[in-house]
């Protein structure tokens, strides 16, 4: 499988955020991924349902939502109305609560049954392990190699391992295998060989600047074990 680049759109430059996804555009990449944040599942916020209606209308590129929110069960009906190809939740959103696995089994079937792709994200602190009885419902897993919620954190290293133990039990139940967080040419080879299928890229795209980024996706492809 030929590996999936998605820029994140959160760490282009906000005020040029349209001249960066013509570029990524231009440049080939494969979606777009947004992350939503709302300043208590994660410290930062970054934006809400209208920038990502916004950003449906400026591109035919796929768009990929990443809800790190306290409640991603209220952004979903929304989310399928703007025409999203698919919505990762966190599961640590649901964890702790009475009933919270029961409400992320809800909510996975609920953007399976509007016709997105439904994800699961993994903090690097959360065994894969959770993963267990919802394979069923899920399309992608989401390895978060830094702490979501702030652009430009170093690469964790030790989630690695993590990624080539997701691809080994997903390769068999057709579960793509995402990666988000530091990544950048090496990064993102080393991922590719531990098995993943899809790399979400912030600032190694970005920080050379808009007239940089086809350089950038061009050195991302390299990663490409294909």
Known sequence: MRVQIAPSVYAS???????????????????????VMDGQFVPAISFGMLLVREIRAKTSLPLDVHLMVAKPGNFLDELSAIGVRGVTVHLEAFDGRQGG????????????????????????GTPDKVLDGFEADIDDVLVMTVEPGASGQSFRWDQVEKIGRVSARARSLGI???????????????????????????????????????????????????
Do not use: Q, W
């Not at 430059?13 to 992350?35: Q, S």
């Open 176 to 226: 793509r295998v995402a990666v988000d967080g530091g990544i950048n040419p090496e990064t993102g080879e080393a991922c590719v060989i531990a098995g993943a299928d899809y790399l979400v890229v912030g600032s190694a795209l970005f920080s050379g600047g808009l007239e940089g980024v086809g350089l950038a996706v061009s050195r991302m492809r390299g990663t490409d074990r294909t």
């Open 101 to 124: 696995s029961n409400e992320l089994g809800e909510a996975l079937r609920t953007i399976r049954g509007a016709g997105m792709r439904a994800g699961i994200a993994l903090k690097p």
């Open 13 to 35: 430059p906000l005020l040029r955020m349209g001249e960066a996804i013509a570029a990524a555009e231009a440049a080939g990449v494969d979606a777009l991924h947004l992350d």
